[in-house]
T-cell receptor, first 113, second 117 residues
């Protein structure tokens, strides 16, 4: 089945540790995205990539980093510099650009204590 | 600046009632795209519809319908004869060129719909 996988579904970390969230897609989409969702808030764009080896900051990139070494993969690292890392993280992909419909993964719920 | 407002945060209805979810947007772009997504309790967002700013035709898909009105900057979503499976958080989103000419995508804060049996 074509789709987006995110792992793990739940992740627990101690404050001060970096953590990497996985996102893989087999839809052959060029563009991939990372969003953060907090209770009562809409989705906020962290980073996006429209082509391998290139990515752009979204609205809340501080404290996060990404890489796009392969078309299928777009991992997100939540660094210790992110002040409030506990959130629900969603990965998505689209054919090419932000104007296209996006397909989402099941999300990773990160808890940092 | 682009902005999406979903004024209703939560609605509760009884099965078979019709319900309309409001979405009001702000943009200076002449070309832009509007979306609706559904987020069921499982958490994964599901794409429902995309409309571009030049197509104001209303759309119907089964029990779902969308009313796009540029005059009022609204893109409202109606569910007819609601069912329990419609219970979810619904997001409206807007894509256009932000300041500086780069593409932007903005989501509303979402509206939680609960359909009771």
């Amino acid at each position: 089945d074509g789709g987006i996988t995110q792992s793990p579904k739940y992740l627990f970390r101690k404050e001060g540790q970096n953590v990497t969230l996985s996102c893989e897609q087999n839809l052959n989409h060029d563009a991939m995205y990372w969003y953060r969702q907090d209770p009562g808030q809409g989705l906020r764009l962290i980073y996006y990539s429209q082509i391998v080896n290139d990515f752009q900051k979204g609205d809340i990139a501080e404290g996060y980093s990404v890489s796009r070494e392969k078309k299928e993969s777009f991992p997100l690292t939540v660094t210790s510099a992110q002040k409030n890392p506990t959130a629900f993280y969603l990965c998505a992909s689209s054919i090419a650009a932000l104007r296209d419909e996006q397909y989402f993964g099941p999300g990773t719920r990160l808890t940092v204590t | 600046a682009q902005k999406v407002t979903q004024a209703q945060t939560e609605i509760s209805v009884v099965e078979k009632e019709d319900v309309t979810l409001d979405c009001v947007y702000e943009t200076r772009d002449t070309t832009y795209y509007l979306f609706w997504y559904k987020q069921p309790p499982s958490g994964e967002l599901v794409f429902l519809i995309r409309r571009n700013s030049f197509d104001e035709q209303n759309e119907i898909s089964g029990r779902y319908s969308w009313n796009f009105q540029k005059s009022t900057s609204s893109f409202n979503f109606t569910i007819t004869a609601s069912q329990v499976v419609d219970s979810a958080v619904y997001f409206c989103a807007l894509s256009g060129l932000g300041q500086g000419g780069s593409e932007k995508l903005v989501f509303g804060k979402g509206m939680k719909l609960t359909v009771n049996p």
